[in-house]
């Protein structure tokens, strides 16, 4: 007698969610802290993502993940929301304290880490991004808050995202931006010093296509790197260790951004090396 039955519940809420597998590394860096925790991946329609959050309180729930398309309109629900997540204007990460609703984004902050992990410093550094969705946005802010002097936003025209985020980096940051009309197979400008594919291109099952950017721009002395987390080894990463660049894939960056959020959860440190283990094994990568 006197066993605890109870589970302390996190999880992650999306539509669609059923191939998020966030659940697998959750599950194993819980385990491997001997935590009882349950990472549980819910189908959230977008009508009831009020109804969705309230219940985090009413659960006793520890926090959530948000996905797509909960990651801006979360927002309105929150008791505080951290700073770097208001300038993005997206939140990917809740947590629960004292009964109130904390929003924070570990997107960006993930990435950050990966690059570090692989030795490229960021101060005084020129980054190109292609893409200005909500990875590119966390990224992009993230970025310039560590010191990254300028920021080039290459975007296709008709949606306007790159134009807004260009002007938010601009205006919220220290860094200077440039945006760029990616309406043609793009050049790396030689001043790039970190490129960065934030787009979907090459994402599990079109793992054959690559962005539109002429390969032979890019050079040794530039760390490129995919947020593309399924297949992990691109083949625009395929295409930058060709001409001799340094790489680094999207599990860098999911692995970190799960750390991170796991920690405001559980108030501990899970282990990387299992949660990359957990995925490889999971997308039978050797
Ligand atoms: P969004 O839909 O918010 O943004 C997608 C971006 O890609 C937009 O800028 C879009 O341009 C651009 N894009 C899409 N298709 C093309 C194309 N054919 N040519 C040029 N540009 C294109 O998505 P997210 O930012 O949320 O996610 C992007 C990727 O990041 C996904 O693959 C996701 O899995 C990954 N991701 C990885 C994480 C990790 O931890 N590794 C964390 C979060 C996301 P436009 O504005 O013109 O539509």
Not at 37 to 54: F, K, N, Q
Not at 157 to 163: K, T
Not at 227 to 255: C, Q, W, Y
Request: with cysteine; aromatic share 6%.
């Amino acid at each position: 007698m006197g066993n605890c039955y109870r589970e302390e519940l996190v999880g992650v809420f999306g539509c669609p969610i059923d191939e998020n597998p966030t659940v697998v590394v959750a599950q194993a860096a819980f385990e491997d802290l001997g935590i009882p925790y349950r990472y549980l991946t819910i189908l959230v329609h977008p009508e009831d993502l009020g109804t969705a959050m309230s219940a985090l309180k009413a659960l006793n729930m520890k926090g959530i993940h948000l996905t797509i398309p909960h990651k801006v309109e979360v927002l309105k629900y929150l008791d505080h929301v951290a700073e770097d997540a208001q300038i993005m204007g997206a939140v990917n990460t809740v947590y629960v304290k004292d009964g109130e609703l904390y929003g924070e984004n570990t997107d960006g902050k993930g990435f950050l880490t990966s690059l570090k992990e692989e030795g490229v410093s960021i101060e005084g550094k020129t980054a190109m991004l292609l893409g200005a969705g909500g990875a590119s946005r966390a990224i992009a802010v993230e970025l310039a808050n560590a010191g990254a002097k300028k920021l080039l936003i290459a975007n296709r025209p008709a949606s306007g995202r790159g134009e807004v985020l260009t002007a938010l980096v601009r205006e919220k940051t220290k860094a200077e931006a440039e945006y760029i009309c990616w309406d043609h197979k793009l050049s790396i400008p030689q001043e790039v010093d970190i490129l960065v594919n934030t787009t979907n291109i090459g994402l599990y099952p079109d793992t054959d296509q690559k962005p539109d950017v002429d390969y032979n721009t890019i050079f040794p002395r530039m760390a490129v790197c995919d947020v593309i987390p399924n297949h992990p080894h691109t083949l625009f990463l395929k295409e930058a260790e060709k001409r001799g660049a340094k790489s680094i894939d999207g599990l860098g960056m999911l692995v970190n951004q799960a750390i991170i959020s796991f920690r405001f959860w559980t108030g501990r440190t899970c282990s990387a090396e299992v949660m990359r283990k957990a995925l490889s094994r999971e997308y039978g990568i050797e």
